[in-house]
């Protein structure tokens, strides 16, 4: 007999809990301490290059529907114990923890990569851009949505290293090295070009 394959959205839900449901289990054998009731899952159609999101304050997790079908639930296994990840670090230590030491150390108990961003090929990303921490010199990747936000002062992004908050100076034209895409084509330039749009932005604004 051949093997059903799911082709409804809830079907892929489904799998997706029981996922969500093993390594929601294998968190709390790692942190020593049961967590409540496990993340609700959803697999969203509006998320086209980002794996997934993790809410913890909603014990919710967004999974993209569309890497979901075309990875399989194999590769996207890890992703699914990333966001898991997330959601128990935070509660266990009632805390953001974001991607620091203690998110770090759990992925490590889990026996899973401790990656910040995904490499499927089923998403074209563009690509981020590099700034370097006044505190320790070392350098953050920063991906394209999180570039973005930062050059717009939507959001601060701090060094999981020392700590330091990656202010203006951390993006300058020394600090930022501009990353190549997929045709080989610098985006020096286009970075550059960024900061002129910003700054004559600015001088609008101020002037009016």
């Known amino acids: 007999m051949g093997r059903v394959v799911p082709i409804l959205r809830a079907d892929w839900e489904r799998l997706a809990q029981d996922r969500v449901s093993h390594w929601w289990r294998a968190c709390e054998r790692a942190l020593g301490k049961p967590l409540g009731p496990e993340p609700s899952v959803e697999l969203s159609t509006r998320l086209r290059t980002t ?3 993790a809410m913890p304050a909603r014990r919710h997790i967004k999974l993209s529907f569309h890497m979901f079908r075309h990875e399989g639930l194999e590769r996207f296994d890890s992703t699914i ?3 898991v990840a997330h959601v128990a670090c935070d509660l ?3 805390r953001p923890c ?3 030491h203690r998110w770090q150390r759990l992925m490590h108990q889990l026996g899973l990569p401790v990656e910040r961003c995904h490499d499927y090929g089923s998403v074209k990303r563009t690509p981020g851009a590099e700034v370097v921490c006044p505190g320790c010199t070392r350098r953050v990747r920063l991906g394209p949505i999180q570039w ?3 050059m717009l002062s939507q959001a601060r992004f701090r060094c999981t290293a020392c700590n ?3 202010g203006p100076s951390a993006a300058g034209p020394s600090a930022c090295r501009a990353h190549t895409d997929g ?3 610098s985006l020096q330039a286009a ?3 960024a900061f002129q749009l910003w700054n004559a932005w600015i001088d609008r604004a101020w002037n009016r």
């Open 148 to 150: 973005k936000r930062f």
């Open 183 to 185: 045709d080989g084509r």
């Open 81 to 83: 114990g990333h966001e």
């Open 92 to 94: 266990h230590h009632r």
């Open 191 to 193: 970075t550059q070009r």
């Open 51 to 53: 794996a997934g999101l």
């Open 98 to 100: 974001h991607h620091d």
């Open 164 to 166: 330091t908050e990656l």
